[in-house]
Structure formats: C-alpha cells, structure tokens
C-alpha cells in the first residue's frame, strides 16, 4: 500500500509499447518510411495526454522525462522568458522538492520567492496568496494536490486569484492526474505538470502543458523537437506508454477512484476507531481518493513500517530517519504538527490491486503493532501504560 | 532484526539506582535506560525507547551487552560495540547505536551522582 512511491506499469501499456521497441524504431523526425508510424504514434499520444486534461489542442503538450523536468521546465522556463515583466515568483510551503528547489536556484539568479503558508488540512491560504503576490509577481506555482497528505487545492479560486494579478499558474498534478479530472481550460491553468507513472506508465516520461501564448524559455537546446521547447529525439516506446495509459485513465478514472475512495474511508475510519490516540493527516473530505495517511502518537513511523514489513504490509512513513536527515516531513511541519507528531505518521496510498481483504488486515494487525510499539516508549502516557502493559 | 522483533530487557525498574535519558522527540529518537546496581555490577538493566526499528534493536542490544558487567565495563562499551553486536548498521543509523550507549553511560553517572548525594548525607 504504499503506491506513491511506485506504480505496475498496466498490462495494455505494456502491450502497447512492445511494437515500438521491437519494429517501429525510427525516428519521428525522418520523412522515409520508417519515420511515418513513430511519427503518428507520437501525435496519438500526445492527443491522449490532451484530451485526459482537457487541453484545447495537442501540441500544448510538451513531453519531458517525467515531473521533475516539466516542473523545473515551468518554474525556470517561465521565470527566465518573463524577467522583463517582474523577477518574483509565489508558491507554497508544501510543494514537492522538484517545486521547492529550482524556485530556490531561481532566488540565487535574481529571483525572489514567496512562501505560502497552508492551514491544519493543508489547503492554501488564499487571502494570504493574495497578500503575497507583488505586481513583480511573474509565476505562482502551486501543487494540484499533494502527494503526500493528499489535500486537493482549490485550482479555479486560485488561478482566479492568480490572474487578477497578471501573474501564470503553474499546478503541479503529478499525483492529481489520474485520481481526479482535470480540466485545464475551465480552471484556467497556464501550466500543469504530468507524470506517467502516476497512471500507471512506464517510469521516467512525463509531460508539461503549456498553454497558448505562454512563453517559456527551453532547458534543453538541441534539434529542436517538441516545438523547439525540449530538444532531443523523443523517447517513443515510453511515450507510447504514457498515452496509452492516459487514455485508459481517461476511460476508468471514475470508477477506480469510486472504489479506492471506498476502500480508504474504511481504512481510516477503521484505523481511528480500533487505535487510540490515532489522527487523520490532511483534509478529511478534499482529499485524494487513494490516500490514507494517519498519525498514532508516542511511537515512530519506521518502526511501524518495519512491523508491518514483517507482516508482508508496504507502506511509508511520514518520518524521514531513513532519509540523509533526521528532519520529518516539511508537508507535515506546514500543516502545523510538532515533530514528534510527524514522526508517528504513516502514509498508506492504494492502488488497483488492493482489495477490500487487504484493508481488512491492516485493521486487524495494526492495533497490536502499535500497542507493542507503545510499550516500548517512554512517551506513552499513563493511561495508555496500563493498557499497553507488555506481554511475556 | 531480532532485537527490534523481541527486544530484550524492555519496561522500566521503578526502584531503578540510576536512570539516564538521551536523545529528543523532536528528532525522532527518545531512550532512557534503567540501572540496578549490586556489588558495583548492573544486576538489572531494562530500558524505554520512542524511536526507529534500529533505535529499539541498539536499546536491546546495549542491555544485553552491559548486563551483569562491572560499571567500570560498562561505561567502556562504545557506540562501535553496539552496531558490530549487532552486525553493523548503516552509516545513518549510526546514531542510534551512540544514543544507546550514551543512555548507558548517563544512567551510570546518574548512579554516581546519586550516591555521593547519599555519602554527603551520612
């Protein structure tokens, strides 16, 4: 349960990507023969990718190697073609690192940067949002909705806000895209950025709208593909792929997400019912249809995680010992909780092959682990000492 | 594995000699280790630990090291001893083994301290 991290790639992908690998090798580029069917697979795809974000054309889709290019393509791409109309970029403090770091490389090349506080379920202050924005306020880049405690953003109140201030938006949508439709011309985005393995595509391509009239200076120069905005022959199997997913996404996105959203209410309802001292991260109905991400006090997420590792359980934690640093998650700081609250988090994020049985064991195994954890810790309160005594 | 699966001497001595707590929440590691001392040997040792799986793995580890040895023994064990006892950690989880053996350390001073106080009593 823990899809975030990793996605299948779906059956169909992979059956559609295989003629691309074994026969249709050439290049889209070469008028012969062999550069005919690369070449309409390539606008197949790209018309996929379109129509599941309901961009008013294909060729406002520009194909990346996934969504750290297309979001550092948006933020640089916009910030350096648009330095003559203002050099100030906003955001907000719970974007993913792709977001975070190129708008700080920016803040060393000139730039200045606005951090927008969220509230407790994570959504975007708005009339903070609104504060922030200067008339030097050229890009505002926020996420769609976010991967990690799952909060969708309000995307039209925003670009509302945005564009009463002639600024762009750009809306990260990597873990959006897929669970939720999109809408790029009712909501107004300027640029969104999509991943494909998020649907269930292969890793490692991704894309970037951008929509007509916005000016966005390339990172990559070369010869010139993808309208002279990222140059490099086109990775086509992966492409492919990525379309192929996009269209089927497009197709059973609604009911998928119907009964993901199914399953990860009784996830957290049975999580906050059977445990004490249990709480919900993130906002409890605006929320993405996969995401489950609940918070037990006194004990630490990788030790849960392990615990349920040995009981055959993935799932990820909201603590980040196993990263470089022993800094807990930034998203979960910004929704307000202390540290210690932060490192007892754990995030389960569900995908098509879960099943309502395997919800049911999480619920089963879960109060002990806890229980047993709480023992261990100092921290435990003496209410729950007396409960939690440890057993021979 | 083992140790954090069944750790060894978990829970707390509440007629504990000395008591030391190291490490902070907010870090994502708290551990205190309980001491019972006769004869100049840890008779008892049981600790607490809020933490990752190696956290409580090094907290067990450490108990099972020092238990029954001399405090002079005990404050020699090193933050090294515990992660080789347990077949070596990775270089981030490296502070936990020195959490482990620091919480040893500060509940032998503790020890100490405690009893000059009782000295300066007499």
Redesign the interface.
């Known amino acids: 349960m823990d899809y975030t991290a990793g996605k299948p790639i779906d059956d169909r992908v992979i059956e559609a990507m295989l003629p691309y690998m074994r026969s249709f090798y050439g290049n889209p580029a070469s008028l012969h023969q062999f550069g005919q069917e690369p070449r309409k697979a390539l606008d197949e795809a790209r018309t996929k990718v379109a129509e599941l974000i309901n961009a008013e054309k294909k060729e406002s889709i520009i194909f990346t190697s996934g969504a750290t290019e297309s979001n550092n393509m948006a933020i640089k791409g916009v910030a350096f073609r648009n330095k003559d109309h203002g050099t100030h970029i906003t955001t907000s403090n719970i974007e993913h690192m792709s977001v975070i770091n190129p708008i700080k490389y920016l803040t060393t090349r000139g730039f200045e940067a606005t951090f927008v506080p969220v509230d407790r379920d994570g959504l975007l202050d708005l009339e903070n949002l609104k504060h922030a924005m200067t008339d030097k306020t050229v890009l505002v880049s926020i996420n769609y909705a976010n991967g990690e405690i799952g909060t969708i953003q309000p995307a039209q109140e925003i670009s509302q806000i945005v564009h009463g201030k002639k600024a762009y938006l750009h809306m990260d949508a990597t873990a959006a895209a897929g669970q939720v439709p999109i809408d790029v011309q009712k909501e107004e985005i300027d640029l969104l950025t999509v991943s494909s393995n998020d649907m269930y595509g292969p890793k490692g391509v991704g894309a970037l709208y951008i929509k007509e009239g916005v000016r966005v200076e390339p990172l990559l120069h070369g010869g010139g593909q993808e309208r002279g905005l990222r140059s490099g022959t086109e990775n086509l199997p992966s492409i492919v792929g990525f379309g192929k997913a996009a269209e089927i996404t497009k197709k059973e996105m609604q009911a998928e997400g119907e009964r993901l959203a199914g399953l990860r209410n009784r996830l957290i309802k049975g999580l906050l019912e059977g445990i004490p001292y249990a709480f919900l991260n993130g906002h409890p109905t605006r929320r993405l249809p996969n995401n489950a991400y609940v918070r037990f006090s ?6 849960m ?2 615990s349920l590792d ?1 009981l055959g359980v993935a799932a990820s934690s909201g ?1 980040a ?4 640093t ?1 800094e ?1 998650s930034h998203v979960l700081l910004a929704i307000g909780l ?3 609250e932060a ?1 007892g988090s754990l995030l389960f994020t569900l995908g098509k092959q879960n099943t309502q049985e395997e919800i049911d064991y999480v619920i089963s195994i879960m109060p002990s682990i806890v229980e047993r ?1 709480r ?5 435990t309160p003496e209410e729950l000492r007396e409960r939690c005594t ?1 057993r021979k | 594995m083992e140790h ?2 069944n ?1 060894r001497n ?2 707390e001595i509440s007629d504990a000699d000395g008591v030391g ?1 190291v490490g902070n ?8 280790i309980y001491i019972k001392v006769k004869d100049n040997r840890l008779e008892d040792i049981k600790f ?6 190696a ?2 793995a090094t907290s067990s580890m450490v108990t099972e090291i020092a238990k029954g040895k001399t405090l002079e023994e005990a404050m020699k064990i090193t933050r090294a001893n515990v992660a080789d006892s347990l077949g070596g950690l990775p270089p ?1 989880k490296m ?1 936990c083994s020195n959490l482990a053996a620091d919480a040893l350390h500060a509940a032998i001073e503790d020890y100490y301290k405690k009893q000059k106080e009782k000295e300066v009593k007499k």
């Open positions: 006194f004990i630490e997420g990788e030790s995680l392990l040995m603590s010992c196993t990263a470089k022993l807990p202390k540290h210690e490192h954890l023992a261990i810790s100092p921290l440890p | 954090f699966k750790p978990m829970g707590t929440p907010v870090c994502g590691d708290l551990m205190t607490k630990t809020f933490g990752c799986g956290a409580i981030v502070h």
